[in-house]
């Protein structure tokens, strides 16, 4: 069965290449726009993975993150984001709060790598 | 249509000719032996109507000599009755064998030896009715013998005879004519057989020599059919490459693409004024802060130098650099510098001056300059 990726992003480029990206790699992607949807999404179809950016149009990822984690306790988070962080920062700050980051400057075998990582192939 | 087709067809054509040839040939035989027996019906007819003759003057000449006897006009009536039966059997005769010079030449023969013996009996006739026996007794004695009476009983058996010749050739020539209607057809039939069945043997080599082509097609296809899934495969892996490889840089366009509007966010969003300098101090970049602030337009900052933006405060009577040129060529920052920007509608903005230079690698290829303004107690940009 394939897995389910929800992948929480407000610029559409984004959100149709790791659509396209992750279909293509045996994924069952959904792909919303907004923190309201993801939650809509997430309520009415378990993910197996959730993949947000870090600045949404409408709310912060992180604040998304912790209300996703409520409802999703065992569901692997992805922090994907262009927002440089010094990357002791992110061990320090993020380790807790997400499963796994990846800036979005990474090619998308790293980020495939990650996520099959994260919940298998 | 190819050369074994033309041989088929030519073998049809065969076929189709001999049957004709059998078919005229044996129309021909029957109407031959359908007018033989017309003809054959004629001679018995001719036969039969020379018997009834033979018969009838028999039988007038036996009545005559009866009459002669008797004296009874019964019998002479019997003799005329037999003499007109005589003369219908010549008439018919001769109509029967007016198409044929022979048997009318007989015919012809007969009839007047008939008639002689005709006149004869007459004659008989008239002297026995008249009563004159020694005419009667005169005219027996000459016909003592009767031997006008078997010459044309002669006459009339050469003609049974001849007709009865003829008969028989013409029954022989009918065998004859039967036999070759059986032959002709028997032969036609065998070649056609042969035709037919040199025609089918075209025919197997014919399916066999298509079924080759037609196994040999199959296989050519099946060969292309490979090479074009084989290269099909190939496309579609190149396909797949090709996608994945433009994903991927669609991917990193929009990644570097974000990158830069996010550079593009911050600088733009520091509401001091912030110059890019090139090496040799030109401006070659300005933040909207610089645009909001001096009224110029970026099109009318870029190339220009820094100098005629800005001026420094600084000790002009001494031998050095303008301290923006001699940080630069030092590869140092400048802070806490002051300076006078004059903007477009020509009044002067007192600011502080920074000066960052920008390093690629160990090189400085040009500088950062940041511009605070130096505001007055309420907030506001004082004007000197």
């Known amino acids: ?121 | 249509m190819d050369k074994t087709e033309k041989r088929i067809l030519l073998f049809f054509a065969l076929v189709l000719g001999v049957f004709v040839v059998v078919a005229v040939a044996t129309v021909r035989n029957i109407n031959r032996g359908v007018a033989g027996s017309d003809w054959v019906n004629h001679t018995h007819a001719v036969i039969l109507e020379n018997e009834a003759l033979r018969s009838d003057l028999y039988l007038s000449d036996g009545s005559a000599h009866t009459f002669v006897v008797t004296g009874d006009p019964v019998d002479r009536r019997a003799v005329v009755e037999a003499l007109s039966d005589v003369s219908e059997n010549l008439d018919i005769m001769e109509a029967l064998t007016r198409n044929e010079p022979p048997q009318s030449n007989q015919v012809a023969h007969i009839e007047t030896l008939v008639k002689v013996r005709a006149d004869f009996i007459r004659s008989l006739l008239a002297a026995r009715r008249s009563g004159n026996m020694d005419a009667v007794h005169v005219l027996l004695a000459d016909d003592a013998g009767q031997p006008a009476l078997k010459d044309i009983d002669r006459a009339i058996e050469k003609l049974k005879q001849d007709e009865l010749g003829l008969l028989t050739e013409r029954d022989t020539a009918s065998f004859v004519q039967a036999q070759m209607t059986r032959w002709a057809v028997w032969t036609g039939v065998a070649l056609d057989f042969l035709l037919l069945g040199g025609a089918g043997w075209l025919i197997r080599d014919d399916i066999a020599a298509r079924r080759r082509a037609a196994t040999a097609l199959r296989a050519a296809n099946n060969q292309l059919e490979a090479k074009v899934r084989e290269r099909t495969s190939e496309l579609a892996a190149s396909n797949e490459l090709l996608t994945a490889e433009n994903l991927e840089r669609s991917w990193s366009n929009q990644g570097l693409e974000h990158q830069l509007n996010y550079n593009n966010l911050i600088i733009n969003s520091i509401n001091d004024l912030v110059l890019v300098l090139t090496k040799a101090t030109n401006i070659s970049r300005v933040n909207p802060a610089v645009v909001r602030i001096t009224g110029f337009e970026p099109h009318e900052l870029i190339n220009r130098p820094f100098a005629s933006l800005a001026e420094l405060t600084y000790d002009r009577t001494a031998p050095m650099l303008d301290p923006i040129a001699q940080a630069m060529k030092d590869g140092r920052d400048l802070r806490d510098q002051e300076a006078v920007v004059q903007d477009r509608l020509g009044r002067r903005i007192p600011v502080h001056v920074a000066l960052f230079p920008l390093r690629d690698r160990d090189k400085v290829v040009g500088g950062v300059v940041i511009l605070q303004v130096i505001r007055s107690g309420d907030g506001r940009e004082p004007l000197i």
């Open chain 1, 1 to 121: 069965m394939q897995k389910h990726i929800l992948v929480v992003d407000d610029e559409a480029v984004i959100r149709d290449l790791l659509d396209m990206f992750l279909s293509r790699s045996g994924y069952r992607v959904t792909a919303v726009s907004s923190a309201p949807e993801a939650e809509e999404v997430a309520g009415r179809d378990r993910p197996d993975l959730v993949i947000t950016d870090l600045q949404l149009e409408d709310s912060d990822g992180l604040e998304m993150i912790e209300r996703l984690k409520a409802l999703l306790p065992e569901t692997p988070m992805m922090l994907l984001t262009g927002v440089m962080f010094d990357p002791k920062v992110i061990r320090e700050t993020l380790k807790k709060k997400v499963s796994c980051y990846v800036e979005k400057t990474a090619p998308l075998t790293r980020i495939l790598a990650a996520v099959q990582g994260l919940v298998g192939k």
